[in-house]
């Protein structure tokens, strides 16, 4: 049982490359999480998932898309990366029941720079 | 609506002593709160929860958090701090909607 992975773990992009970062959870959540952590701002969520097929915006959606095609994955686009973007992203699951319900579960998260 | 604020955006103390993070919240139900733990260049990991059954919760490392609905609090505490412990932590609320609600985080450092 791995829990959530994110990969890669690490990128050094410039600015307007585009990439996109995977999460995988094998724990069977219906909902999933993208957020980003500057200094001092805690963590601010991008988009999020309730379930297969579907995606939400948050709170700073702006320069970022998903996808959740398979409900163990879901993917963080950068079509046109930018300095901005340069922050520590992480990608969590959440229980919607049993005895972790409303649990989340995070990921290692992924270091991006964007030069 | 439910908003969480973390009272303190850092709290030092010594090795040996009590640590409390204080943690407010609002919520328009009864809500599930969380605590976790984020060291150094790691991702966060669950301290402890109350999903509304008893009010004193005990998580890992020694850390306890009581649920006091009167005062909408939900501190966390620890009677001796050890050097492990410093790190950042994060009180957050969940009730039934789709996004959870983070607080700004609390920097715990502990002296020698």
């Known amino acids: 049982n791995a829990g959530v992975t994110q990969t890669p773990k690490f990128r050094v992009l410039k600015t307007g490359q585009s990439m996109t970062l995977l999460c995988a959870q094998d724990m069977n959540h219906e909902y999933m999480y993208w957020y980003r952590q500057d200094p001092g701002m805690g963590l601010r969520l991008i988009h999020y998932s309730v379930g297969e097929g579907t995606t939400a915006k948050g709170e700073v959606p702006d320069g970022y898309n998903v996808s959740r095609l398979k409900k163990q994955n879901f993917l963080l686009g950068l079509e046109s990366a930018a300095p901005s973007q340069t922050s520590v992203y992480f990608c969590?699951?959440?229980?919607?029941?049993?005895?972790?319900?409303?649990?989340?579960?995070f990921g290692p998260g992924t270091r991006l720079t964007v030069l | 609506a439910q908003s969480v604020t973390q009272l303190d955006s850092h709290v030092s103390v010594s090795e040996g002593t009590p640590v409390l993070l204080r943690c407010n919240y609002s919520s328009s139900y009864s809500p599930s709160l969380f605590w976790y733990v984020q060291h150094p260049n790691k991702g966060l990991q669950l301290l402890l929860k109350?999903?509304?059954?008893?009010?004193l919760v005990k998580g890992i490392n020694g850390f306890e958090a009581e649920f006091k609905k009167s005062e909408t609090s939900f501190h966390l505490t620890k009677p001796s701090a050890h050097m492990s412990d410093a790190a950042e932590y994060f009180c957050?609320?969940?009730?039934?909607?789709?996004?959870?609600?983070f607080g700004r985080g609390t920097s715990l450092i502990v002296h020698p």
């Open positions: 957050v609320v969940t009730h039934g909607s789709y996004i959870p609600t």
């Open positions: 969590a699951s959440r229980a919607t029941s049993g005895s972790s319900y409303n649990e989340q579960f």
């Open positions: 109350y999903t509304s059954a008893a009010t």
